[in-house]
């Protein structure tokens, strides 16, 4: 059946707020007589905090509060918490904070920050994370052992591994003896940084009675709510998050414990008075999160045809000074570590590791991106020894629908990865002569979702017919408002624009895991399509009573409701609740969703994915043979989403995932010196693609409809920009026969690898 | 404190401002107008550009007190009369809008493109909004409104 809102390019129900500056954004909110703070962060990566001397500071007239890690001893962190609010025995990275000042002015709270004296005492450094494995490495974490943590990590105690995890399937010892042919490669990825536009900002208030109110830029209020309660001790119901009406972008970078810490511990002190931050670009790189530095290796057999019968991946994710999401970013990308085949015997080993150096954690593709680097990057190598082109190598091994997943935990439904690469390479030959310097690249990834995680919504219809839709799935950019009030207004039979989508506010709405891991179209989109349901229930049991027809033979349409047999005998939604409510009152729909309806899991993150994304990219590009600079001058994207609800919105998610992906593989890298410190926190001398780096673009949508999925739809975001750096790297090898395996592919690294014939 | 008037979209605005504040921070501090946005303060991310007598300026770099008596526009005076901007409905029917914090840098930097060469290639659309950062579109669809907004015939 042909839906009204549901695979619609509706246009976005933000978007008119957005291009008249109207959008409020958190930046813009008006904190009712709110200080501003400012924080102290230290220059060194790894030293003893001897003494903080805050006296001066305290005298600057204007200065309101200043604290210090002494004054709030809590340890905050998802899935191991080894956070602490203010840092307070020691200094695990260059640009952690050591103290903040609350004061009238932000011109005076900075004046505060020089105010205050620090007496550092140096401990040695550790950069590198295979050096941090090492047993005598020197520990970022002294107190690993005695952390709380999830019950599915796994930290090893007296070291820098603050997470392992391994799987197996069959004997990948057999496998490689059975091969043709074996092939050992280590790739390492880099770090980036996410770039939201929009800085991380935050403000907090605490009331007489001690509750706190957060505004923040943060992907999940209720997480959000949960960390801090548990990091406090105190009840969820004396902490409110509420989030800013529209979030300039987020990509991973604004979840966990970012700013609101030090508003918290500030406005402690300010006696009701909110206390507001906004990060400087400087400190967004240096002290928000970035995407892990990765070193992969890759070991794989084949056969002479192309069949993979062996491969073991060890994989060392570098999370910087505090785990974040690190553990979980290893443990989902270990899962997808052999990439989207038919492997009979499989190893794959992920460690995430402690170094001095920014916190890493989430970032669009969750790990993903750089093991497909890996995974894909050596299908290529191995398809050349093969003499196999890149697409036939790919459809022969690639998984298909009721296939066990690589790392062997489940049966895969909803699998598109042959559509996707079939129509990724469409039309594209792989064995005609071309242009010197013209290059071709393929690559495919996969992607999975954190499980398993819950959702909640609520929807509301008033007495005109206005429906209200109470989710705390936050739009940050990603098109989430409009989506879901497509869903909700398929479900009510009512037009998009007579619905009003709220913001999150943990007081007001519902109960979401977070708004990442591509789960909210999935996840969100259930729970909204049953509270519309409910709320369809009852207003069709009211409508029978009035129109004398059983509510199973009533239909609606464009917010009326019919007698199927007879539809002349109508009634519109207003007159359903006028009819019912003379004195007042709202029609309620609830609607919840968890994957594990049974409750049997043993936690967040212990469950296999409950849907998988598939996706293949195409890319053309044109190397400058005396420069060594890479012109990326095609893209094809072809990305499986199970349903597209709004196919104008997957293609956005297409483009900019695609773009995204592509600055890390040619220009993106945060510089670290020796000592920890970030050498190009700012946009000159940390590249960001412009306008002017843009190829043409092709975006495709397949659908392979998700049981589970509501209208069959899983989830996109963040698999756009999974395959794309290795198949520029895939594209590169093709145009002038060099193999980079260390990203980014900058035209420094390629001219001197072209020279050296490599 | 110095008293100077700053003429924004075409209101006449009685200020009194540090000399050493910038554009940007008075008109979102000062005079309320928050559209304009705050990507960096360095003049590297594009997402505070106003229009300086119709010239794409970083409003981060500009000191308040030089641009008084000068015809400055934000992103609240681009539509008029209620009625949206060409370029602010190609944005919204092309999907050129994600997060939409580039966005009210981007229609300025398109408006002044499009008041001096209103037929551009999209070559030269690229160029005019390369200093405008946008992390969520891939600059695709943006690059799409500008020239649909061009070729419906866009209007000062």
Redo the contacts between chains.
């Keep these: 059946m042909k839906q009204a809102c549901v695979g619609q390019?509706i246009?976005?129900i933000?978007?008119?707020?957005?291009?008249?500056?109207?959008?409020?954004?958190g930046?813009?909110m008006d904190f009712n007589r709110a200080f501003y703070g400012k924080a102290l962060r230290s220059p060194f990566a790894h030293a003893r905090i001897v003494a903080v001397d805050i006296r001066e500071a305290l005298r600057l007239p204007g200065v309101k509060a200043v604290v210090t890690g002494k004054d709030i001893q809590a340890l905050g962190g998802e899935a191991l918490k080894d956070y602490p609010f203010i840092a307070s025995d020691k200094v695990r990275y260059a640009g952690e904070a050591v103290a903040a000042v609350a004061a009238v002015t932000e011109a005076i709270a900075e004046k505060a920050v020089d105010l205050i004296r620090v007496e550092y005492q140096e401990l040695p450094v550790v950069t590198d994370p295979e050096k941090a494995m090492n047993p005598k490495a020197p520990l970022v974490h002294e107190r690993l052992k005695d952390y709380h943590h999830l019950p599915v990590i796994q930290p090893v105690a007296g070291t820098n591994i603050c997470h392992q995890v391994r799987f197996i399937k069959g004997d990948v010892d057999k496998g490689f003896a059975e091969s043709d042919e074996i092939f050992e490669d280590t790739f390492t990825t880099q770090m980036i940084q996410?770039?939201?536009?929009?800085?991380h900002m935050a403000a907090a208030r605490v009331d007489a009675g001690g509750s706190i109110t957060v505004w923040v830029t943060n992907d999940g209020p209720h997480r959000l709510r949960k960390d801090l309660a548990e990091a406090l001790g105190l009840p969820l119901k004396k902490i409110r998050v509420i989030s800013p009406p529209?979030?300039?972008?987020g990509?991973g970078a604004k979840g966990g414990l970012k700013v609101e810490t030090l508003c918290i511990a500030l406005a402690l002190k300010t006696g009701g008075r909110p206390v507001k931050m906004?990060l400087?670009?400087e400190e967004v790189f240096t002290s928000s999160l970035v995407r892990h530095p990765s070193v992969i290796k890759i070991k794989t057999g084949v056969k002479k045809d192309g069949t993979i019968l062996a491969r073991e991946v060890d994989l060392i994710y570098d999370t910087g000074a505090y785990s974040e999401k690190g553990p979980t970013v290893c443990q989902q990308a270990s899962t997808a570590g052999p990439g989207p085949y038919n492997i009979p015997h499989v190893k794959v080993s992920g460690y995430c590791v402690y170094t001095n150096k920014p916190v890493a954690g989430a970032f669009r593709g969750y790990g993903h991106t750089q093991v497909a680097w890996a995974h894909e990057s050596q299908m290529d190598i191995i398809a050349a020894k093969l003499g196999i082109n890149p697409v036939e190598i790919r459809l022969k091994n690639a998984v298909r629908e009721g296939d066990i997943s690589p790392t062997g935990q489940q049966i895969l439904n909803s699998v598109g990865l042959t559509e996707c690469i079939q129509k990724a390479a469409a039309g594209v030959r792989w064995d005609e002569p071309k242009q010197a310097f013209h290059g071709q690249g393929f690559a495919c990834g996969y992607k999975n979702t954190k499980t398993p995680s819950g959702s909640s919504a609520l929807v509301k219809v008033s007495q005109d017919g206005s429906v209200e839709l109470l989710t705390s799935t936050v739009e940050?950019?990603?098109?989430a408002k409009t989506i879901l009030a497509q869903m909700a207004a398929e479900e009510l039979g009512v037009p998009v624009t007579a619905i009003t989508v709220s913001t999150p506010d943990t007081d007001l709405t519902p109960y979401d895991a977070s708004t990442t891991s591509s789960r909210s179209t999935f996840h969100m989109g259930n729970a909204v399509k049953k509270a519309a349901g409910d709320a369809r229930g009852q207003i069709l049991k009211i409508a029978a009573q009035v129109l004398g027809q059983p509510p199973a033979e009533l239909g609606i349409e464009a917010g009326v409701v019919y007698a199927l047999k007879d539809r002349q005998k109508r009634i519109s939604y207003t007159d359903v609740l006028k009819n019912q409510c003379r004195a007042g009152i709202d029609i309620l729909g609830r609607g919840s969703y968890h994957p594990d309806d049974e409750g049997v899991c043993a936690g967040p993150w212990s469950s296999p994915s409950i849907f998988w994304m598939y996706g293949a990219q195409y890319v053309e590009v044109d190397v400058d043979a005396e420069t060594g600079q890479v012109r990326v001058t095609k893209i094809v994207g072809a990305h499986d989403v199970g349903r597209a609800i709004n196919p104008?919105?997957c293609?956005?998610q297409i483009?900019?995932?695609?773009?995204?992906g592509m600055g890390p593989a040619l220009m993106e890298e945060m510089l670290i010196g020796e000592k920890g410190e970030v050498r190009n926190p700012?946009?000159?001398d940390y590249k960001?693609?412009?306008?002017?780096d843009?190829p043409e673009?092709l975006p495709i949508i397949v659908e392979t409809p998700c049981s589970e999925g509501p209208w069959g739809a899983k989830g996109l975001g963040e698999m756009t920009n999974v395959p794309i750096a290795p198949a520029i790297a895939n594209a590169i090898y093709d145009a002038v026969g060099v193999r980079i395996k260390d990203l980014p592919i900058t035209a420094e690294k390629l001219l001197k690898a072209m020279r050296e014939g490599k | 404190m110095v008293s100077i008037e700053l003429k924004v979209n075409g209101e006449i605005y009685a200020v009194s401002v540090k000399s050493n504040e910038t554009l940007l921070d008075v008109l979102r501090d000062k005079i309320g107008l928050t559209g304009t946005k705050k990507g960096c303060d360095t003049g590297q991310c594009g997402a505070c550009t106003v229009l300086l007598d119709g010239r794409p300026v970083p409003s981060c770099l500009m000191l308040a007190v030089d641009v008084k008596n000068r015809d400055i526009l934000t992103i609240e005076g681009v539509a008029r009369n209620g009625a949206l901007h060409p370029l602010q409905e190609a944005f919204v029917s092309e999907g050129a809008v994600q997060c939409g914090y580039c966005t009210p840098g981007m229609i300025l930097s398109a408006k002044a493109l499009l008041d001096r060469n209103p037929h551009p290639t999209e070559g030269e659309i690229k160029e005019a909004i390369s200093g405008n950062l946008c992390r969520c579109t891939g600059y695709v669809k943006i690059i799409q409104a500008i020239a649909v907004a061009a070729d419906r015939g866009s209007v000062k």
């Design positions: 390019s246009l976005r933000d978007a008119v707020d957005k291009v008249t500056g109207s959008a409020v954004f930046d813009d996410h770039c939201a536009i929009e800085p529209y979030m300039g972008g990509f906004v400087t670009r940050i950019g990603q098109g104008m919105t293609e956005g483009e900019g995932g695609i773009i995204q700012n946009f000159l960001l693609p412009t306008a002017r843009v673009i």
